[in-house]
């Protein structure tokens, strides 16, 4: 029967591990694929194996590594899943959550107490940054938002206090590109952990924790997951990071993945080369039709030679990923005109989707917030974000052609 993939000793390559890594076959009835454990609890074979259970669970230096207690606590599904992605990101152990948010919120809650300080990259995913004004700082946590593709601001807003270092890489929706080594660096010499969200570029490009980061986060809602059909979140690290993750905070929070959340991410996971290769092959062909556009002021894709950190990204990445944003000549109305014309691309939020979804944030996600605030934060009135699917790239190119066509025309 299949065997279970050894953790740290695995030769294999990358696409071998995303479908067989974390899974082996069920010992008791040989079912090939995880079971969905949908199940609460778990039954002691007697006391003195309950107590046990339970001492192992809430002491961080030992951990939950047999056994199950309560689905909360984790679950034989779950844990497949962290097994997996704390494989493919190359870290020691892994655990999942609800959502992306609960994944990153927790990761706060554990790293930092009042008095601290926080160092965060100026354009992050708008609820990250929400989170740590509305709710780290209301707890007595220092902010410090800076460019984090500027080393210089980096290092000036360090503090003694200073305990995380906290960035995108690339950010949503600018696809601005950070030097992870660097920033780990910087962190390491002050002694403050450094976190990564890895959520567009996914282990298949990039992986944060061998370019000297501490904690990776995702959003497995988006590429991970794949399909778009669930919310669901992972952070990876050290096993005693993790296992302090989940006694300290994700036990006590509960925002625990479902067993059938933790399984279509399994799923999504498997094919996660496949995909990824195929929205870089389109978002590379997309990123290109619209440099040479003439309703198109700027393109923002690592992939083109003119980003401004395609050489870091070349060299601590191996691909540039699927979702680029750009900047429309015609402006507020440009872009509202191209929403409404799109047909094959979905008007939505969300990305990482097998199908192209695309959004224009002055008038839709961020249209309630002041034109100042939102300009300053990069999001002209004319930006445009694709997450670009799996599609044939002639016929996205075509529907945005379409699109593009009437925009130009003020249409
Ligand atoms: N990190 C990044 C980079 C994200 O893009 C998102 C969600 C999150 C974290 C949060 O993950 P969630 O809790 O939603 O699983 N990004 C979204 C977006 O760009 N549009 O809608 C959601």
């Given at each position: 029967?299949?065997?279970?993939?050894?953790?740290?000793?695995?030769?294999?390559?990358?696409?071998?591990?995303?479908?067989?890594?974390?899974?082996?076959?069920?010992?008791?009835?040989?079912?090939?694929?995880?079971?969905?454990?949908?199940?609460?609890?778990?039954?002691?074979?007697?006391?003195?194996?309950?107590?046990?259970?339970?001492?192992?669970?809430?002491?961080?230096?030992?951990?939950?590594?047999d056994?199950?207690?309560?689905?909360?606590?984790?679950?034989?599904?779950?844990?497949?899943?962290?097994?997996?992605?704390?494989?493919?990101?190359?870290?020691?152990?892994?655990?999942?959550?609800?959502?992306?948010?609960?994944?990153?919120?927790?990761?706060?809650?554990?790293l930092?107490?009042?008095?601290?300080?926080?160092?965060?990259d100026?354009?992050?995913?708008?609820?990250?940054?929400?989170?740590?004004?509305?709710?780290?700082?209301?707890?007595?946590?220092?902010?410090?938002?800076v460019?984090?593709?500027?080393?210089?601001?980096?290092?000036?807003?360090?503090?003694?206090?200073?305990?995380?270092?906290?960035?995108?890489?690339?950010?949503?929706?600018?696809?601005?590109?950070?030097?992870i080594?660097?920033?780990?660096?910087?962190?390491k010499?002050?002694?403050?952990?450094?976190?990564?969200?890895?959520?567009?570029?996914?282990?298949?490009?990039?992986?944060?924790?061998?370019?000297?980061?501490?904690?990776?986060?995702?959003?497995?809602?988006?590429?991970?997951s794949?399909?778009?059909?669930?919310?669901?979140?992972?952070?990876?690290?050290?096993?005693?990071?993790?296992?302090?993750?989940?006694?300290?905070?994700?036990?006590?929070?509960?925002?625990?993945?479902?067993?059938?959340?933790?399984?279509?991410?399994?799923?999504?996971?498997?094919?996660?080369?496949?995909?990824?290769?195929?929205?870089?092959?389109?978002?590379?062909?997309?990123?290109?039709?619209?440099?040479?556009h003439?309703?198109?002021?700027?393109?923002?894709?690592?992939?083109?030679?003119?980003?401004?950190?395609?050489?870091?990204?070349?060299?601590?990445?191996?691909?540039?990923?699927?979702?680029?944003?750009?900047?429309?000549?015609?402006?507020y109305?440009?872009?509202?005109?191209?929403?409404?014309?799109?047909?094959?691309?979905?008007?939505?939020?969300?990305?990482?989707?097998?199908?192209?979804?695309?959004?224009?944030?002055?008038?839709?996600?961020?249209?309630?917030?002041?034109?100042?605030?939102?300009?300053a934060?990069?999001?002209?009135?004319?930006?445009?974000r694709?997450?670009?699917?799996?599609?044939?790239?002639?016929?996205?190119?075509?529907?945005?052609?379409?699109?593009?066509?009437?925009?130009?025309?003020?249409?």
């Open positions: 029967m299949k065997k279970q993939l050894d953790k740290t000793q695995s030769t294999y390559k990358f696409s071998t591990k995303c479908c067989h890594a974390g899974q082996s076959c069920d010992p008791r009835t040989g079912a090939h694929n995880t079971p969905i454990y949908q199940t609460t609890t778990y039954a002691f074979q007697n006391v003195d194996h309950g107590a046990r259970l339970f001492s192992d669970a809430f002491d961080p230096a030992v951990g939950l590594q056994g199950f207690i309560y689905t909360r606590f984790g679950n034989p599904t779950q844990k497949a899943l962290e097994e997996k992605i704390a494989v493919l990101e190359e870290g020691e152990a892994a655990l999942a959550f609800s959502s992306g948010m609960a994944a990153i919120s927790a990761v706060f809650l554990l930092v107490k009042p008095q601290d300080h926080v160092v965060a100026n354009s992050l995913y708008g609820t990250t940054r929400d989170f740590l004004v509305q709710v780290m700082e209301k707890f007595g946590v220092n902010l410090s938002f460019d984090f593709s500027d080393l210089d601001q980096v290092k000036k807003a360090l503090l003694p206090e200073t305990k995380v270092l906290y960035c995108e890489s690339p950010t949503n929706p600018r696809l601005k590109c950070v030097d080594a660097q920033v780990a660096a910087l962190a010499t002050i002694g403050a952990a450094t976190v990564v969200d890895n959520t567009f570029f996914t282990p298949y490009f990039q992986k944060p924790l061998l370019l000297g980061a501490d904690v990776v986060v995702h959003s497995a809602t988006k590429y991970l794949g399909h778009g059909d669930c919310i669901s979140g992972l952070a990876v690290g050290s096993q005693h990071f993790i296992n302090e993750l989940r006694c300290v905070v994700h036990n006590n929070m509960g925002g625990v993945i479902s067993p059938f959340n933790a399984w279509l991410v399994l799923r999504g996971i498997k094919t996660l080369p496949l995909r990824m290769r195929q929205h870089e092959e389109n978002a590379l062909a997309i990123a290109n039709y619209l440099s040479d003439p309703a198109v002021e700027k393109v923002h894709y690592p992939g083109l030679p003119s980003h401004p950190q395609h050489e870091i990204v070349k060299r601590q990445a191996t691909g540039f990923g699927g979702v680029l944003s750009f900047e429309l000549k015609g402006g109305e440009a872009g509202k005109s191209l929403m409404n014309k799109v047909q094959l691309c979905t008007l939505a939020v969300s990305l990482g989707d097998v199908d192209t979804l695309i959004e224009h944030p002055a008038s839709t996600t961020h249209a309630v917030v002041p034109r100042e605030d939102r300009l934060a990069g999001l002209t009135d004319g930006l445009v694709l997450s670009v699917g799996i599609e044939d790239a002639r016929d996205l190119i075509q529907d945005l052609a379409q699109g593009l066509l009437s925009s130009q025309n003020g249409v």
